[in-house]
């Protein structure tokens, strides 16, 4: 399976987290474990996850659209979007495009 790759920046007022090469390194670990490829990244370092404009998180829709992926992995669900409303507005959008 093709998979791209999102980290985006923790949730204010969480834990702090590791820097965002160490969190892709370990989502592409588990990837090449679960034999699947790793086809594209994309990151927001230092971006609020309560915004919906960010340029990684912009790519994403564009890519699948193009059907560079087949799935998208993130280290938590919480970095996709910190907002619910805005994680399902970029799940619907994923979905739209298979």
Do not use: N, T
């Not at 370092?45 to 992995?73: K, N, Q, T």
Request: with cysteine; charged share 30%.
């Amino acid at each position: 399976m093709k998979v791209a790759l999102y980290a985006g920046c923790p949730p204010s007022g969480s834990r702090p987290a590791a820097p965002i090469g160490s969190r892709l390194e370990v989502l592409r670990v588990r990837v090449a474990e679960e034999g699947d490829h790793c086809v594209a990244e994309f990151c927001d370092d230092g971006r609020s996850h309560a915004r919906l404009d960010r340029p990684g998180l912009d790519g994403l829709p564009d890519a699948a659209e193009a059907g560079l992926f087949d799935a998208v992995w993130v280290p938590d669900r919480d970095r996709l979007a910190g907002v619910y409303a805005f994680q399902m507005i970029v799940l619907d959008e994923l979905a739209r495009h298979g």
